[in-house]
Nanobody, 126 residues
Framework: VQLQASGGGLVQAGASLRLSCAAS????????MGWFRQAPGKVREFVAG????????GYADSVKGRFTISRDNAKNTVYLQMNSLKPEDTAVYYC????????????????????WGQGTLVTVSS
């Protein structure tokens, strides 16, 4: 599966952005999906995950209550709605797919994800 992330940009603190990740190829609807981010000089970190069905989601503590992950399996797309953005949210955001089909639990471990998008840059100014 190939993943294409989009929707990043430059915004002021407090603004919102919605990232999209479009998948090509088969089996998208059976993959758990995740969003990760990497800020300059920092390691990549988990942001949010969603199960293949969409019923189970989870978030890093730093974004809980501000970000929402969702998916539309009919459109082969996963989204990350980001509200109340802060300067510390500045990073390159990556979507990723866990190839274990119909896995009941999404994972926050990036090593479990085999497929990665190219990343989209989000810059939040203060």
């Amino acid at each position: 599966v190939q993943l294409q992330a989009s929707g990043g940009g430059l915004v002021q603190a407090g603004a919102s952005l919605r990232l999209s990740c479009a998948a090509s190829g088969r089996n998208f609807s059976s993959y758990n999906m995740g969003w990760f981010r990497q800020a300059p000089g920092k390691v990549r970190e988990f942001v949010a995950g969603i199960s293949w069905s969409g019923y189970s989601t989870g978030y890093a503590d730093s974004v809980k209550g501000r970000f929402t992950i969702s998916r539309d399996n009919a459109k082969n797309t996963v989204y990350l709605q980001m509200n109340s953005l802060k300067p510390e949210d500045t990073a390159v955001y990556y979507c990723a797919a866990d190839p274990k089909r119909y896995s009941t639990v999404y994972t926050s471990t990036d090593a479990e994800y085999d497929y990665w998008g190219q990343g989209t840059l989000v810059t939040v100014s203060s």
